[in-house]
């Protein structure tokens, strides 16, 4: 085992923020990782996978242990589903092509969302008209206390809108290891409702769209809209989208008849925050090198060197306008580290 001191963590998250961790693993096995949680000298101990879904906002005074487990095999099958295993540390737009390559559904309207497949469950990753939860069999999760592994199947995560049981009671008390999801090998299930896909399949003449086609068409969305991590540091989503009462919502609209909305089953209603966003000015605005993405207002972005507290500060700005001039609290998707 290998335990290094003062590393920088700047390509260890996707916002490229340059914080040091005072002690750094790298994990490519369950007995490795048991053991380093085990290590009493170490007492304070930080897990990083994909650092997708994180905005650090000082130095790590613990030992970050680097998730690299690697893996994907096939783990149940008939002749119209399979149950797929993939470990925590694969990327995750690779488990989705390489679901695609072996001719399975499920995966491909959530293709190029940055991070690994450990953190999916956390935020129950969602786009285009899917969520992680629609696929998901189980995972399991090493308890950070005794090293032991547990499972959690679909309805012990407590899936929500971006949102599982690792963001609220189990939150810092395991680590996923490994996830098993369950795609179709024929009579696969098409999403294809979403505006923007709908929009696309049809600028390409297409009209039985295969799973592929699906997945070329999100992957042309995205990178139209969204900045690649490995161009200009982002976490995608920094706000979650609101949910707000049928009173809210009246209330709202009588106001801006023209905002876009999610009607929700319960009488609620989701209201995009980059919409809300994009009205209070702040689309494409940069403070130094933290910033606003031009072409989607959900998405701060890291020009260069600015510092998480800068990104931390832009947010709250953001926060504080949105709920002065809608009267709506925006809360942050990404875990700060503060
Ligand atoms: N909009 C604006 N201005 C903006 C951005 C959006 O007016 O700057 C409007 C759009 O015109 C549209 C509506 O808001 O009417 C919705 O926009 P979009 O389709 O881009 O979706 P979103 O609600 O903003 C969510 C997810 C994305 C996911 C897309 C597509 C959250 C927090 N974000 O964004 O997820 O890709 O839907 O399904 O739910 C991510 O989590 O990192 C992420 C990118």
């Not at 969302?113 to 969602?126: D, F, L, M, R």
């Not at 959900?298 to 504080?320: C, F, M, R, W």
Request: with cysteine; charged share 25%; glycine share 8%.
């Amino acid at each position: 085992m290998n335990i290094q001191e003062n590393i920088s963590l700047k390509n260890y998250n996707t916002f490229g923020i340059d914080v040091k961790a005072r002690f750094f693993v790298e994990i490519t096995g369950l007995v490795q990782l048991q053991k380093v949680l085990e290590l009493k000298a170490y007492p304070k101990k930080f897990i990083i996978s994909g650092g997708s879904n994180m905005l650090l906002t000082k130095d790590i005074d613990a030992l970050v242990v680097h998730l690299k487990l690697k893996g994907i095999s096939i783990v149940e099958e008939n002749e119209n589903f399979v149950e797929v295993k993939a470990m925590a540390g694969e990327n995750w737009h690779d488990l989705v092509m390489w679901s695609l390559e072996q001719g399975f559904g499920g995966l491909e309207n959530l293709s190029l969302i940055p991070g690994n497949v450990g953190t999916a469950p956390i935020q129950n990753i969602g786009a285009y008209g899917v969520e992680l939860k629609d696929v998901f069999v189980s995972c399991a999760a090493m308890d950070v206390k005794t090293g032991e592994l547990e499972g959690f199947d679909n309805e012990a995560c407590e899936f929500g809108y971006r949102d599982s049981i690792f963001k609220n009671e189990a939150k810092d008390k395991y680590i996923i290891t490994s996830v098993v999801l369950k795609l179709t090998k024929k009579d696969h299930v098409l999403h294809t409702g979403y505006g923007s896909i709908e929009n696309e399949l049809k600028e390409k003449g297409i009209v039985h769209p295969t799973i592929r086609d699906i997945s070329d068409a999100v992957i042309a969305i995205r990178r139209n809209k969204l900045p690649d991590p490995k161009e200009i540091g982002n976490s995608g989503s920094f706000f979650k989208n609101p949910v707000i009462s049928q009173k809210a919502f009246d209330r709202f609209t009588k106001k801006n008849p023209n905002a876009p909305f999610y009607e929700m089953d319960d009488n609620q209603f989701k209201i995009p925050a980059g919409w809300l966003v994009e009205q209070c000015g702040f689309k494409g605005k940069r403070f130094g090198d933290a910033g606003v993405h031009e072409k989607q207002a959900l998405v701060l972005v890291n020009h260069g060197s600015a510092t998480g507290k800068e990104i931390l500060d832009l947010s709250k700005k953001i926060q504080d306008e949105v709920q002065k001039t809608f009267k709506i609290k925006i809360q942050p998707e990404v875990n700060i580290i503060k």
